[in-house]
Every structure is written in structure tokens, then in C-alpha cells.
């Protein structure tokens, strides 16, 4: 009597089932274990509402950012420039809604989006049509955008913002008191996430980013236009480091030329830890969210056990060489 059972072929479902869903049974695990450390006097600190939705607003701003890095990071990018965009973008939107602007909240958002795509295409300018490495590309673009943001104040925080622009940070829907409510700057990362979801799985300009990651020539012998590919992505790249500027900016009710330091590294290490690929050519905007929400986690759980903030800088940075580390070995044995 023989039987159909295949040890090889189960150990490749169950390495494709791992390579898949890892990263997600790793963000649970995570949830499960500080749920049960942070538990006091019969309830746990970790799952309280409240502590759910602080992690959700504090993971908003350097999500939207991630994301928009997992477009360039797929394309064989990178982009260093993000925190510097952030600040840059933030003062600029800062200026024009202050209360004695009395300019309608939608001038200082568009005029926000506007200069961090413009900057986001420069990068792009710069990597496709001047042949500059991305990351020398960014890291100028880093460094100009950070001295503009302090040129612009003078090196001071500009204050005093309308209500209607505080909204957008601070706000929230669906209040029914300290039980439930959900905070302006979740919805915006959750709308961020969509649309980037659909763009990069049901569009051309999916197709195209994750064709041009994959082997650059052979997109271009395809018949992609991969120039105008790379402008486009670092283009939305700059829009999204902008979004976040707009609600961090929102949020803190002022625009602070020193913000966004080290968010471009967090952004980053959310992709990787996500699953993108820094060989270009894989990623996926859901692992980019679930590393995000990790090292949120992470930073929360800590804080709430009394952790060194010291400790948890180094444990995300061995956190980030694992993640660097296993993507290596994958694409060793992929060969």
C-alpha cells in the first residue's frame, strides 16, 4: 500500500507558507507577549484601548513615510531625504496656517503636497536623467531640504496654527467617549495604505515599479520608460513624506525645523523588517505596515515595562541586521 506523501514538497510549502506569513506570526507573537507581560492587578496595560489606538497614531506618521520608501526600495532605491522632507514641508505648511495668514486650511495642505512631491521629483531628476546614485541623490536632497527648513525659521518653531489645520492631527471620529474613537491621523494612514496597496498590485505603475526593481534592462527592453518610471516613484515618495509632515505638523500644533530626525532610518527599517527587499524588486505595502506596527510595538511595550530607551535603540538595531540578514540568505538560496 503506498501513500503520496512528499517530504520535500511539504518543506517548500511550509518555507513559502513561512516567507509569506513569518513576518504577521511574529507581530502576534510580539502582541501575545506583552500582553501578558504588562498584565496589573488582573489586567493588561498592553491591550487597553486606549494604549491600542496611542500606538496606532504614534505609527501613523512613520507608516506613510514607509510606505512611500517600499515604492523606492522596490525600485532598487533608496531614500534618505524623508525626515529631512518632513521638517522642511512641516514649516512651510506651518507658515501659511497661521492664524494671522487667515488662509483657508486647503492652501497650506496643497501648497505642503505640492513641495514634497516637487522635492520627492528632484531625487528622481537626479537619479534618472543625471545618473547620480540614489543614495548620494538623497542624502544632498537630505541635507538641503534640512537647511531650508532652518533658514525659512531662523531655527524656531512657527506656532500659533488654526484650529481648523489642528483637526487633522488631533481630531477623530466615531467618539463615544473614552471607549471608542478613532483618531484622524489612523485614518489617513489606513487611506494611505489602500490607495498605495492598489497602486502597487492592480496598476501599471505597479507592474512597472516592481519590473525595473527586478532586472532594470530587461523593464527597459520591455518597453518601459524607466526615466519616468523612477521620477514618478520618487515623486509619490515626497508626496507621502509630505502627508505625514502635514499630520505630525498638525498634530504637535507647530512646524519645527529640527522634526523628522532619523524618520527616513525608521521608515526604512519598517520596509525591511516588512519584507522589501533591499536587491530591489520585492515587497508588499501590508509587510510594510506589520514591520511599522512591530517596531511601534515594540517601543510601546518597552516603555510600558520601564525598558531603557538606550536598550531598545540597540534592540532595533539587531532587529534591523536579522531582517538585512535573512533577506540575504534568501536571495542566496533563491539562486
Not at 517596531?295 to 541586521?321: E, F, P, R
Request: contains cysteine; hydrophobic residues 50%; charged residues 10%.
Amino acid at each position: 500500500m503506498s501513500t503520496n506523501k512528499n517530504p520535500a514538497k511539504g518543506n517548500i510549502k511550509l518555507k513559502q507558507f513561512i516567507n509569506k506569513y513569518g513576518i504577521f506570526l511574529i507581530f502576534i507573537g510580539i502582541c501575545l507577549l506583552l500582553a501578558v507581560l504588562t498584565i496589573s492587578d488582573g489586567v493588561s496595560i498592553f491591550l487597553k484601548f486606549r494604549n491600542i489606538v496611542n500606538v496606532l497614531r504614534q505609527s501613523s506618521v512613520i507608516g506613510i513615510i514607509a510606505i512611500g520608501v517600499t515604492f523606492v526600495i522596490i525600485t532598487g532605491g533608496i531614500d534618505l531625504s524623508s525626515g529631512s522632507l518632513v521638517a522642511m514641508v512641516g514649516v512651510i505648511v506651518a507658515l501659511l496656517a497661521r492664524n494671522s495668514m487667515g488662509l483657508p486650511i486647503i492652501v497650506s495642505v496643497v501648497a505642503g503636497l505640492a513641495v514634497g512631491t516637487f522635492a520627492g521629483s528632484i531625487n528622481g531628476s537626479l537619479i534618472a536623467k543625471a545618473g547620480i546614485p540614489p543614495f548620494i541623490a538623497t542624502l544632498g536632497m537630505m541635507t538641503i531640504a534640512r537647511g531650508v527648513g532652518f533658514l525659512i525659521t531662523k531655527g524656531r518653531p512657527v506656532d500659533n496654527l488654526t484650529e481648523s489645520f489642528q483637526v487633522l492631527g488631533q481630531g477623530s471620529i466615531l467618539n463615544f467617549g473614552q471607549n471608542f474613537f478613532i483618531p484622524f491621523p489612523v485614518l489617513i494612514f489606513a487611506f494611505v495604505a489602500l490607495v498605495s496597496h492598489f497602486l502597487l498590485s492592480n496598476t501599471r505603475f505597479g507592474k512597472f515599479t516592481y519590473a525595473i526593481g527586478g532586472n532594470e534592462q530587461a523593464a527597459y527592453i520591455c518597453g518601459v520608460n524607466v526615466d519616468r518610471h523612477k521620477i514618478m516613484v520618487y515623486g509619490y515618495a515626497g508626496l507621502l513624506s509630505a502627508i505625514a509632515s502635514i499630520v505630525l505638523t498638525s498634530r504637535v500644533s507647530s512646524g519645527q525645523p529640527s522634526a523628522g530626525v532619523s524618520y527616513e532610518l525608521d521608515a526604512i527599517a519598517s520596509a525591511v523588517i516588512g519584507g522589501t527587499s533591499l536587491s530591489g524588486g520585492i515587497g508588499t505595502i501590508g509587510g510594510t505596515i506589520v514591520g511599522t506596527l512591530i517596531i511601534a510595538v515594540m517601543n510601546n511595550g518597552l516603555d510600558l515595562l520601564g525598558v531603557s530607551s538606550y536598550w531598545q535603540q540597540i534592540l532595533k538595531g539587531i532587529i534591523i541586521i536579522t531582517a538585512v540578514v535573512i533577506d540575504t540568505m534568501r536571495h542566496r538560496t533563491s539562486r
